[in-house]
């Protein structure tokens, strides 16, 4: 089936300006996560979604960031007021939930975001 | 907090080479490990784990051993082909739940015919 997609691939704002990137896991995966690669930089953790709420957002950087997921589907990373430091590649991942026990997590290819 | 530290790149390799990529951790307890790679235009895979010491996680000729006495988790394959050139990143699952991966801040691999 179809994997974790992103939107859009590339993105290139003006300072100030705000930003939504967009998700779409994979059917099914009730999880899902948010994480941000800065150049030379591993990935950072911003959030991660259970359905539709988020019982961790520890890694948001500031108020200038925020996320929703509806419908247990898509999520929303929306990016208020872009800062030069907030040029990344933000990447989402999805699984499925089986409590405590590891699943997998599956990446999307990123959206690379870029602010002048 | 939980981290890892991996050696950093490019490493630039003839095909057929060894090769190592080296990890460490710190961490509360003994956590799940992990290499993922990004091929060039492509997404992150889970390319092989290991959830508890003396573990070893083996997929596609690659292999890392759960090294709990040298908080260690080192990447290794005997012969590279070009195909490998990618990305890999050393992860360990954060010991505080919600099953988030902390990674390391990945290692460019370049395999030359």
């Known amino acids: 089936g179809a994997g974790v997609s992103q939107s859009p691939s590339n993105k290139v704002t003006e300072k100030g300006k705000d930003v939504e990137l967009r998700c779409d896991p994979i059917s099914g995966h009730t999880a899902l996560y948010w994480y941000r690669q800065r150049l030379g930089q591993g990935l950072e953790f911003l959030i991660y979604f259970q359905g539709n709420s988020a019982p961790d957002k520890s890694g948001l950087p500031s108020d200038r960031f925020s996320a929703e997921r509806t419908g247990e589907s898509v999520s929303t990373l929306t990016i208020q007021r872009t800062q030069q430091e907030d040029s990344a590649v933000y990447l989402c991942?999805?699984?499925?939930?089986?409590?405590?026990?590891?699943?997998?997590?599956?990446f999307g290819p990123g959206t690379r975001l870029t602010v002048l | 907090g939980d981290s890892v530290t991996q050696m950093e790149g490019p490493v630039t390799l003839s095909e057929e080479a060894f090769l190592t990529i080296n990890c460490t951790y710190t961490a509360t307890g003994y956590p799940s490990l992990f290499w993922y790679v990004q091929y060039p235009g492509e997404g992150l895979q889970l390319l092989l784990k290991a959830t508890k010491a003396d573990d070893k996680g083996s997929n596609k000729g690659f292999e890392a051993t759960y090294r709990k006495e040298t908080t260690s988790f080192h990447l290794e394959k005997g012969s590279v082909q070009v195909s490998d050139s990618a990305v890999y990143f050393c992860a360990l699952l954060f010991s505080g739940g919600y099953n988030k991966l902390i990674f390391g801040a990945g290692t460019r691999l370049a395999v030359h015919p």
């Open positions: 991942a999805s699984r499925s939930f089986s409590g405590s026990s590891y699943n997998e997590q599956f």
